[in-house]
């Protein structure tokens, strides 16, 4: 693609910002390489504005190592080793890393991010498409991911977590806000999070679960631990916790929501250390295991 003067006009961009285009970009010059400009210029957001008006490419860039101060590049990335920027990462569609990803501030992909190693971002990290980490993920900002979420080790946030697909989680998840997940999710260690958690599926969770708020699930929510929420606590199907489950003060705590009453004692089961005392709805089957489909009732989906 090339871009000319007349062409850029048409997306209306500041007058600033056209007039050092036009002194600095020559006419007819391709997309990347007008990108690549705006950021060695230090006109970053600039450089932004461009992708996000003319979109990805299928041009795909390879690499040994990545290290730059900062990457706005239109297609795909791919880095046999690690890739290292000082301030903001920004493709059009995919990245990929056979070693570990850390960013000093914003880390925005437009398709799939994977990554043998770990990531690391100091500000957002947003992908419009999966996320596949063989070790563990740290943002000081928000989580958003766009697909799949599957990370071997922790998963650090300072913000919210969102993720559109399913999420699965090797060890701890820790959340300094709110937890959203459109499809299952499975933690294999702690999940804690600073306020709410909702998934429209089930929540399976190896240790502990603590919220800040609501803990919500579409269908079950089963622990290895405890359960605890500073809100109430709502399951769809069966609630199964290998501690106690305990709603925040004036909370209820909901199992069966969304089965017929009739069925709770297969698909409603409550199983915990002791009965709560906010227990509203679902079957109370006592401290045992319970049926064996319990194993099940936190399925992703």
């Not at 493709?91 to 992909?109: D, E, I, K, P, W």
């Not at 297969?266 to 709560?276: D, I």
């Amino acid at each position: 693609m090339e871009l000319t003067k007349r062409f850029l006009r048409a997306k209306n961009p500041c007058a600033n910002g056209f007039r050092w285009f036009v002194r600095h970009i020559e006419d007819g010059a391709s997309y990347q390489q007008a990108l690549d400009t705006l950021v060695q210029a230090g006109r970053v957001e600039d450089a932004c504005w461009l992708l996000q008006q003319f979109g990805p490419t299928d041009a795909v860039l390879t690499l040994e190592h990545l290290e730059a101060d900062a990457v706005v590049f239109a297609g795909s990335l791919q880095v046999k080793g690690n890739i290292e920027v000082g301030s903001l990462l920004r493709t059009g569609h995919h990245v990929r890393a056979g070693g570990s990803v850390r960013v000093g501030q914003q880390l925005l992909v437009g398709g799939d991010l994977w990554s043998e190693g770990g990531l690391r971002s100091e500000g957002r990290l947003q992908v419009n498409g999966d996320i596949r980490v063989r070790w563990g993920v740290q943002a000081d900002e928000a989580i958003h991911c766009g697909g799949e979420l599957r990370v071997g080790w922790d998963i650090v946030a300072g913000s919210s977590l969102q993720v559109q697909g399913p999420a699965s989680v090797g060890q701890d998840l820790l959340v300094q806000q709110g937890i959203s997940c459109q499809r299952g999710l499975r933690v294999g260690g702690l999940l804690h999070s600073g306020h709410s958690v909702q998934a429209e599926q089930g929540i399976l969770v190896g240790q502990d679960i603590w919220c800040g708020m609501h803990l919500e699930a579409g269908w079950g929510i089963r622990a290895g631990g405890g359960i605890s929420a500073q809100g109430s606590i709502k399951a769809g199907e069966s609630l199964q916790a290998g501690g106690e489950i305990c709603a925040g003060p004036g909370y209820g705590i909901y199992a069966g929501l969304s089965v017929p009453m009739d069925t709770w004692g297969s698909s409603g089961h409550v199983v915990a250390a002791r009965k709560p005392d906010s227990l509203l709805s679902g079957h109370w089957t006592g401290t045992e295991q319970g049926s064996p489909d319990l194993v099940d009732m936190a399925r992703l989906g």
